[in-house]
């Protein structure tokens, strides 16, 4: 049987090309850079263009079909997920990476249907590396089967991580108190690419057993989500439950004992939720 999604995927790759060639040309010129929630949360006009470029050719193509975007939601957008075909935009994942030319910068498209991700694209554009996922059908990057790690024991791991952005005293000490216990299971070690999408990439290309995250985004981690699972990952929320892509805080691991090792060590604290009604 055809698949139903099979040309809104393609379009989301095709989509994801074109958005990341205006990536790598603006990284020559336009570095022009703005901040949102805190000092170090960083924006520039690429984030907004490529926003609207993807966010267009979507309405163009689909016009039944609702979008989230990062920069939409920041300019003042709902971040509703209802039942509908939903596309969830990160325009660039990494954008302090672009800024800096650290080479690790995504664009990630997650496609979601009755609240299921159907499919994710998460290009990497410096790197050039096209990952997708459709649900039932594996996870690929430039065309090749991803698969996790094997690795069960955490102590022969390495684990993905980001610091976020707020740097609030309270907040960075959660931070280092939960990598602190960590890095001191012993594992091999800890890394943070500056993209929570290439971290869960790394994931499900089996170069990293783990990644979590608290204060991630819907946005940052649909696409991947199933990129990781579709290669034979987990995902779990930072207390161990079933994962809520709406509620900031994410483990994606190669299994599930490595995720519940992880969920041992974390300072767990809840964030407000990406649905969360707007505070006035
Ligand atoms: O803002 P942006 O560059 O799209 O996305 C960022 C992530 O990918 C980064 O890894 C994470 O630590 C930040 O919380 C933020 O969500
Ligand atoms: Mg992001
Ligand atoms: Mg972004």
């Not at 660039?92 to 910068?105: E, L, R």
């Not at 024991?153 to 976020?164: K, L, N, P, V, Y």
Request: proline share 4%; net charge negative; with cysteine.
């Amino acid at each position: 049987m055809a698949d139903i999604w099979q040309d809104a995927m393609d379009h989301a790759v095709a989509i994801a090309r074109r958005a990341g060639d205006v990536v790598r040309e603006a990284l020559l010129d336009d570095r022009m850079v703005m901040t949102k929630t805190s000092s170090v949360d960083l924006v520039t006009q690429t984030d907004q263009k490529v926003e609207k470029l993807i966010m267009q050719s979507v309405k163009d193509k689909f016009p039944t079909h609702r979008l989230i975007g990062e920069e939409s939601v920041a300019a003042g957008e709902a971040c509703d997920l209802s039942d509908a075909p939903t596309w969830i935009i990160d325009p660039i994942d990494g954008t302090t990476n672009f800024v800096h030319a650290f080479p690790f910068v995504a664009v990630s498209i997650g496609f979601s249907v009755n609240k299921q991700i159907e499919f994710g694209v998460v290009y990497s554009c410096l790197e050039d590396k096209m990952f997708t996922a459709r649900r039932g059908k594996g996870a690929f990057c430039n065309g090749n089967v991803l698969q996790v790690s094997d690795q069960e024991d955490i102590r022969q791991s390495i684990i993905a991580t980001e610091f976020g952005s707020s740097r609030e005293p309270e907040a960075v000490n959660n931070i280092f108190s939960s990598l602190r216990s960590i890095l001191c299971i012993p594992v091999h070690g800890v890394r943070t690419a500056g993209s929570a999408a290439i971290n869960m990439c790394l994931v499900a290309s089996g170069c990293v057993e783990a990644y979590y995250e608290i204060g991630i985004h819907v946005w940052d981690v649909a696409a991947a989500s199933l990129i990781v699972s579709e290669a034979g990952g987990v995902l779990m929320d930072v207390d161990g439950g079933s994962v809520d892509l709406m509620s900031r805080r994410i483990v994606a691991a190669n299994s599930r004992a490595i995720a519940e090792r992880i969920t041992e060590e974390i300072r767990s604290f809840s964030p407000p939720r990406d649905d969360a009604p707007p505070q006035h």
